[in-house]
């Protein structure tokens, strides 16, 4: 156990860079890659001298800590605004959010977003809330019903 001890810290750093999935650089594909190819040539250079496990656990690390300053200075490029907005969202994909546990601020601005309209009948409202569409997004989704009518 005391030879994979080093390992630890460097694994708990990769996988905590990798979970910022919001973030606009590339620090956790420098990270992950820089560990990798850090790792393996200190494992080389470690079993020529003699201290493989010592070698990648220092290779590793460097080579993370590196590859995270280089990454950082990578900008992901900007997602297209118009291909994260639907053309119409639909009364199903509202309660497919919802079960996905997207916020009702979330939602609202979707439908917001895509200028939805819908027509909803008393039926649709039972069933909206029955899958537990918040009233915020049914009334909402009622707003631009009238919008419609107008």
Request: glycine share 14%; net charge neutral; aromatic share 4%.
């Amino acid at each position: 156990m005391k030879r994979y001890f080093p390992l630890f810290p460097i694994l708990a750093f990769i996988l905590l860079v990798c979970g910022c999935a919001t973030n606009k650089t590339r620090v956790a594909e420098g990270a992950g890659i820089g560990g990798a190819v850090g790792a393996l040539a200190g494992g080389i250079i470690g079993y020529q001298s003699g201290h493989p496990i010592q070698g990648a656990a220092i290779g590793g690390a460097i080579g993370a800590g590196s590859g995270a300053v280089v990454g950082a200075q990578i900008k992901k490029p900007a997602q297209d605004a118009s291909a994260q907005i639907p053309e119409h969202l639909t009364m199903q994909q509202v309660v497919d959010l919802t079960k996905q546990g997207v916020s009702s601020d979330e939602i609202i601005a979707k439908i917001k977003a895509s200028d939805s309209k819908y027509a909803l009948t008393a039926d649709d409202v039972g069933y909206l809330q029955k899958q537990g569409v918040s009233q915020r997004v049914i009334e909402t989704m009622q707003a631009a019903e009238q919008a419609v009518d107008k």
